[in-house]
């Protein structure tokens, strides 16, 4: 069945997943394109509504992204946000202009006109600006809808044509109506049926890969991340004893990671699954490594070598699954961002691996779907809701050589510090959090004795994206208890510092 699809046009904003998240959230299938996407083909990926979204840049630069003045002639609904509303005007023939001074943050909007676009929005509300041109006359055939005090033309629009514009930002939390007006947009302007639902997605996705798999073998990589698991329950669920997991032990793990990957997996969902225990060889290949980019090629090399010899003993397979979600497959209106670090994950395995065909069931998902997919397929909260683990997991949390004292150390301290979020309640606030062993060791007192052992750091950051990120204000009591938990129980550890820096300038990892 062809869903419904509204096309988010990305003109390079850094809130441009979000939009097609919210859009989605709200029933609606959309697609992330890039914005220089020819009107034949936006006609002929034939949507329900078009959405530009922010960007960067100012309409009067030569070199900012433009649009065909075709598109409005469609016949298809556009709604256009930031740079988008400002790409409407300036095309359509009213004027952009740059402000005295840029806006960023709250302001109170004020509706003027009423049209499907503020049903059920109060005639004054908050929203959320982040600009520097703004609209200062609207196109002929446009009105303006809105506007707020230092804003001119807020939201405008022509509602017999059905286009619209917001100089704010509907998508993000602080605009206190902004996912009403995207659902006027989806609903009263564009017409949305609201036929993107996750328990159809598992409905319809287990059908399409029975058909397509039916009693033939297909493999899977477990990960031990929230992809990877929930791919392999829905491909279970079509393929039941067909599909082979392979779940490469590493060493490199979490606390109970290993144990709970077998728990879920094995005992509870009844699946095939091989568990291959190679801790000894990695830390063999790590041993007296310390440079973090070369302990990252040795596990990627090591890791698709385990996995090599696990699927020759298996033999050919149909299909090989992977676990690639939507993120992964956008092309972003920008173009690719610099490498800053060299992320392993399964993309090496196609080459190793002797199968006629991939299957990546998730490729249209974004990670909140992909989480309620799991629950949709009865995962727990503790598999669905994991925090997000590097590929080389410990070994790069570990500053300097990867050991086996350091890792005890390390999963000990990570572990209390995961179960005091959690028991605070953080847990789904907080985006990431783990503990890093650092490579210095101090000098403390415990009981009569002096200690010289190592310092323990906590990261714990708030993202949308992990492109960006914020050091997360953990309350001084919970930080508290960690310190005193992790001190007083983790052997080799004497003293807790708590990391302050955001995303730039650090990186999330410490490595
Ligand atoms: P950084 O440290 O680059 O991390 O700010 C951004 C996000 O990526 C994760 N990360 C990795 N994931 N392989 C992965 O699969 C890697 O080598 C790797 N390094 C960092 C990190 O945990 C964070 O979520």
Partial sequence: MQHQRVLVLDFGGQYNQLIARRVRDLGVYCDLKPCDM??????????????FTGGPNSVYDETSPKIDRAVFSLGIPVFGICYGA???????????IRAATSEYGKRECTIVKETPMSEGVPSKSVCWMSH??????VPSGFEVLAVTDSCPVTMYGDPVRKIYGVQFHPEVVHTEYGNRILENFL???????GDWTMSGFVEEQTRILKDKIGDKKVLLALSGGVDSA????LVHRAAGKNLTCVFVDHGLHRKY???EVMRVFRDEMGMNLIMADARSRFLQKLAGVTDPETKRKIIGAEFIKVFEEEAKKIGAVDFLVQGTIYPDVIESGKGKSAVIKSHHNVGGLPDVVDFKEIIEPLRDLFKDEVRRVGTELGLSDSVVWRQPCPGPALAIRIMGEVTEEKLETLRDADFIFRDEIRKAGLDRAIWQYFAVITNSKTVGVQGDFRTYENVIALRAITSVDAMTADWARIPFEVLESISTRITNEVEHANRVVYDITSKPPATIEWE
């Fill in 38 to 51: 020819s009107v034949e083909a936006i006609k002929a990926y034939a949507p329900i509504g078009i959405i």
């Fill in 86 to 96: 400002q790409l409407i005007a300036f095309t359509m023939g009213g004027t952009v």
């Fill in 132 to 137: 520097t041109d703004l609209i200062e006359k």
């Fill in 187 to 193: 609903y009263r302007v564009c017409g949305a049926a």
């Fill in 230 to 233: 929930v791919a392999a329950a």
């Fill in 257 to 259: 990671e290993t144990e």
